[in-house]
């Protein structure tokens, strides 16, 4: 039985916690994007989506956010370039899966909230540096922002480039600069 002096252990135990909570975060992000009360749902309604193709597009959307962490990794993430990884992400997942979805649409509302609390998540496990962005939900738009709309509905990029415009304007009212991370954290606890 390996013990604690044992040379490679602690790297192993290391990499076991970082896979683990990677799966974490991947879950906190599964279920806040599945969240769709009085919104609108990601899935077709009728026919209803057998359990197996909900995992397989879960699956695939796993694989998606693990390679958005590698870019992640980088501390000059602009926000325009996060923008335009949020589109990508929502249209492949169309593409690849638009036969199970709700308007045969992944929408973008719903993209960036998964991908916004996955690298969220990691950040505050301290898995990656801290993002440039947040996740919106209704808490944030409504609550904070005092804006109208649902996030599970939007679906353009000049609706998301709006509410990250005003996410910024608030965050820079309120002490927080351009630090829109550390912002959500804050205004989501307050609002919560």
Known sequence: MPNGNDEGVGQGNDDL???????????????GGSQVRGGTAIYRQN????????????HAIRDSLHELE?????????????????????????NDF???????????????????LYLKYLWLFDLTPEPTICPFDRIIIEGVLDMNGNWTQFDDQQTYQGIIDAA???AEEHGFGQNL????LSMYQEHM
């Open 181 to 184: 991370a550390q912002w959500e």
């Open 98 to 116: 638009a036969e199970i979805l709700h308007n045969a649409r992944f929408r973008i509302g719903i993209a960036q909230k998964v991908i916004g």
């Open 17 to 31: 916690r970082a896979t683990v909570l990677r799966d974490l975060a991947f879950l906190v992000a599964k279920q």
């Open 168 to 170: 910024l304007h608030h």
């Open 70 to 94: 590698d870019i992640a990794q980088d501390l000059a993430f602009p926000i325009d370039q996060y923008i335009h990884h949020v589109e990508e992400f929502a249209n492949a997942m169309t």
């Open 47 to 58: 026919p209803v989506v057998p359990p197996n193709d909900r995992v397989h597009f879960w």
